[in-house]
């Protein structure tokens, strides 16, 4: 008996509890929820997949017949962090949240579980940690989480161009959201010369673990948002004034909506590193809203590039050629649909073809040209636009 007593202990040593916090939150009935959670104690072991259930068994496992549905790729945010933490964000799509409200409708209990399943390294052995997910309204007692955002002109195009010294129009962030709180953060500007963010950078600072959060790139700042959320599930921030944009270098610009981590007692986290923010946590990095600053009126005089040769299909975007072309300090090769510039790459003068990126293919009708430059950065020549069809 005493051999079998200390074998016991020991067992429960070698692998200890792999904790989450919170352990459990309120969740909005109708809507999607993000939570920020932290797991500790999970040195040796690794994560692996999240689901939701209605039922769980005496190991914390989904009981079979009860699974809502399970974390998609593009929302697993996992991250490791200090002190053997591992960050994680639970997103729950709409679908999840009306599963379990028909449950309950049913008369089934009100409450449901995220479940992550981790994997000893090298016993292989399996522990399931769960997350109480309790049904309540979209009100205050729910952790005020992004659920969509769309940045947009008045024009409400994705991709706006102007001319250059042009009057821009005003530009907002709308909102859907759990929860309420305040939102913090700030409006940045990415230059056609600075390094496009990554997804890391536009994540909110409160998807990301506390040393993660300054890892983050920050760019030009635009202004500053602070604004309280009322329990209402949306809201319009307005954009600085547009004025202080830049519309002289010709060029895509983006503005980006950096949110900040707020205060917000149903969204804090304990970690290894004490008590952490998460208010404003999303499952999803922010859009960026572009515009783009045409190049100036061509002079008169301006000379016609010719040569443009048929595209060469390909296997994904095909690979567009031109007779070699002289005079020209830089070209630039153009993409555009029926009524405007998508997209526009910067090449040498001696370039005699282009492979567009392939996520530029979509199925539609465009057209394409050449732009030349002088060494001064004057326009002073173009080709006529050529018309493709892609399918």
Same mark, same amino acid.
């Not at 790139?217 to 602070?226: A, K, N, P, S």
């Not at 519309?247 to 610009?253: A, N, S």
């Given at each position: 008996?005493?051999?079998?007593?200390?074998?016991?202990?020991?067992?429960?040593?070698?692998?200890?509890?792999?904790?989450?916090?919170?352990?459990?939150?309120?969740?909005?009935?109708?809507?999607?929820?993000?939570?920020?959670?932290?797991?500790?104690?999970? &040195?040796?072991?690794?994560?692996?997949?999240?689901?939701?259930?209605?039922?769980?068994?005496?190991?914390?496992?989904?009981?079979?017949?009860?699974?809502?549905?399970?974390?998609?790729?593009?929302?697993?945010?996992?991250?490791?962090?200090?002190?053997?933490?591992?960050?994680?964000?639970?997103?729950?799509?709409?679908?999840?949240?009306?599963?379990?409200?028909?449950?309950?409708?049913?008369?089934?209990?009100?409450?449901?579980?995220?479940?992550?399943?981790?994997?000893?390294? +090298?016993?292989?052995?399996?522990?399931?940690?769960?997350?109480?997910?309790?049904?309540?309204?979209?009100?205050?007692?729910?952790?005020?989480?992004?659920?969509?955002?769309?940045?947009?002109?008045?024009?409400?195009?994705?991709?706006?161009?102007?001319?250059?010294?042009?009057?821009?129009?005003?530009?907002?962030?709308?909102?859907?959201?759990?929860?309420?709180?305040?939102? &913090?953060?700030? %409006?940045?500007?990415?230059?056609?010369?600075?390094?496009?963010?990554?997804?890391?950078?536009?994540?909110?600072?409160?998807?990301?673990?506390?040393?993660?959060?300054? +890892? &983050?790139?920050?760019?030009?700042?635009?202004?500053?948002?602070?604004?309280?959320?009322?329990?209402?599930?949306?809201a319009t921030l307005k954009g600085p004034d547009p004025q202080t944009l830049p519309?002289?270098?010709?060029?895509?610009?983006q503005i980006l909506f950096r949110v900040a981590a707020s205060a917000d007692k149903?969204?804090?986290?304990?970690?290894?590193?004490?008590?952490?923010?998460?208010?404003?946590?999303?499952?999803?990095?922010?859009?960026?809203?572009?515009?783009?600053?045409?190049?100036?009126?061509?002079?008169?005089?301006?000379?016609?590039?010719?040569?443009?040769?048929?595209?060469?299909?390909?296997?994904?975007?095909?690979?567009?050629? %031109? &007779?070699?072309?002289?005079?020209?300090?830089?070209?630039?090769?153009?993409?555009?649909?029926?009524?405007?510039?998508?997209?526009?790459?910067?090449?040498?003068?001696?370039?005699?073809?282009?492979? *567009?990126?392939?996520?530029?293919?979509?199925?539609?009708?465009?057209?394409?040209?050449?732009?030349?430059?002088?060494?001064?950065?004057?326009?002073?020549?173009?080709? +006529?636009?050529?018309?493709?069809?892609? *399918?």
């Open positions: 008996m005493v051999r079998i007593i200390l074998f016991l202990s020991f067992s429960t040593s070698l692998f200890a509890q792999i904790q989450v916090n919170p352990s459990g939150v309120n969740v909005d009935s109708q809507n999607p929820t993000s939570v920020f959670l932290t797991f500790s104690n999970t &040195q040796g072991w690794t994560a692996q997949e999240a689901i939701w259930c209605g039922a769980v068994d005496t190991q914390n496992a989904p009981v079979p017949g009860t699974v809502f549905g399970q974390l998609a790729p593009t929302y697993n945010l996992l991250r490791p962090s200090a002190g053997n933490d591992i960050s994680d964000v639970m997103t729950i799509p709409l679908s999840v949240t009306r599963a379990a409200y028909q449950a309950a409708a049913r008369g089934e209990t009100s409450s449901f579980f995220y479940v992550r399943r981790f994997v000893n390294a +090298e016993s292989k052995a399996e522990q399931y940690v769960k997350v109480t997910c309790r049904l309540a309204g979209g009100g205050a007692r729910v952790p005020l989480s992004l659920t969509h955002v769309v940045l947009q002109f008045e024009s409400q195009k994705a991709l706006s161009s102007f001319a250059p010294d042009h009057n821009l129009p005003s530009f907002s962030a709308e909102l859907r959201y759990t929860g309420s709180g305040r939102i &913090q953060g700030t %409006w940045e500007l990415v230059t056609p010369e600075d390094e496009p963010p990554t997804a890391l950078d536009l994540l909110p600072e409160g998807s990301l673990p506390p040393e993660t959060r300054a +890892e &983050q790139r920050h760019f030009q700042v635009l202004g500053h948002f602070d604004q309280v959320l009322t329990p209402t599930g949306n519309r002289q270098t010709p060029g895509v610009f149903e969204a804090d986290s304990q970690t290894s590193l004490g008590k952490v923010h998460a208010g404003g946590v999303a499952g999803f990095p922010m859009p960026v809203l572009r515009y783009q600053v045409l190049a100036k009126a061509a002079p008169s005089g301006l000379k016609s590039i010719q040569g443009l040769l048929p595209p060469k299909p390909q296997a994904q975007m095909p690979l567009f050629q %031109w &007779q070699p072309v002289a005079g020209y300090a830089l070209l630039e090769w153009q993409w555009a649909n029926p009524t405007e510039t998508l997209f526009q790459a910067r090449l040498q003068p001696e370039t005699t073809s282009y492979q *567009p990126p392939p996520w530029l293919q979509q199925s539609g009708s465009y057209r394409w040209r050449l732009i030349g430059y002088d060494e001064q950065g004057q326009l002073t020549g173009k080709s +006529e636009w050529r018309a493709i069809s892609l *399918p």
